[in-house]
């Protein structure tokens, strides 16, 4: 059964803590992404992965890491630099075959981050 | 200007209502649109693709999309309570995607 697989669903955060939010994906699709949603602000652009090794700062990277080791595995680091961190997070695939279809994301089951 | 625009509601109308969503965008290099739904907490699923101007009809389900004017509808015949969800908007921007914020729709029995 092919999908995108988000952990944990829900994550809390200590003043000063870095937390890494999981993705993994058995779709065979090159590129990843993250977004952050806020109530009322849609979603945003964090970090972008259009192969294994490479990755590109979204519209809003400031206090986010990612690593591409793997093409399954997109992994997004929450650091502490990022003061307002409280928000749910997507992570999305894409099968960039050049294909006409293949622009759409197809997205995980979200993780909600919240501080304590 | 935001590239696109969506009215974030909410939108409250009985069952069985026809229903009209609609995004407008700024950016004429847009060539694919997509409509997302959305359950609360949980990912967006696609619900909608199309590429070229004209209707796509899928069950209950019809996308517009009119190049000239920038302006893209999805319009649900016979409405559902369990349409009753959040629907983004989205369109390509090279790399990804760009969203409209939501539109929160909620079908009462």
């Known amino acids: 059964d092919g999908g995108i697989t988000q952990s944990p669903k829900y994550l809390f955060r200590k003043e000063g803590q870095n937390v890494t939010l999981s993705c993994e994906q058995n779709?065979?699709?090159?590129?990843m992404y993250w977004y952050r949603q806020d109530p009322g602000q849609g979603l945003r652009l964090i970090y972008y992965?259009?192969?294994?090794?490479?990755?590109q700062k979204g519209d809003i990277a400031e206090g986010y890491s990612v690593s591409r080791e793997k093409k399954e595995s997109f992994p997004l680091t929450v650091t502490s630099a990022q003061k307002n961190p409280t928000a749910f997070y997507l992570c999305?695939?894409?099968?960039?075959?050049?294909?006409?279809?293949?622009?759409?994301?197809?997205f995980g089951s979200g993780t909600q981050l919240s501080v304590l | 200007q935001k590239e696109v625009e969506q009215d974030p509601g909410p939108l409250s109308v009985p069952e069985g209502a026809i229903v009209s969503l609609n995004c407008t965008y700024s950016?004429?290099?847009?060539?694919?649109f997509m409509w997302y739904r959305q359950y609360s907490r949980k990912g967006p699923e696609l619900l909608m693709y199309?590429?070229?101007?004209g209707n796509k009809e899928d069950g209950r389900f019809t996308a517009q999309v009119d190049k000239s004017s920038k302006y893209i509808s999805l319009f649900i015949r016979d409405s559902q309570p369990s349409d009753s969800a959040t629907y983004l908007c989205?369109?390509?921007?090279?790399?990804?995607?760009?969203f409209g914020k939501g539109t929160s729709l909620l079908v009462t029995p």
């Open positions: 999305a695939s894409r099968d960039t075959g050049g294909r006409r279809a293949n622009e759409k994301l197809f």
């Open positions: 779709l065979n699709h090159d590129a």
């Open positions: 992965s259009q192969i294994v090794n490479d990755f």
């Open positions: 950016n004429s290099a847009f060539q694919y």
């Open positions: 199309t590429y070229s101007s």
């Open positions: 989205a369109m390509n921007s090279g790399y990804a995607l760009n």
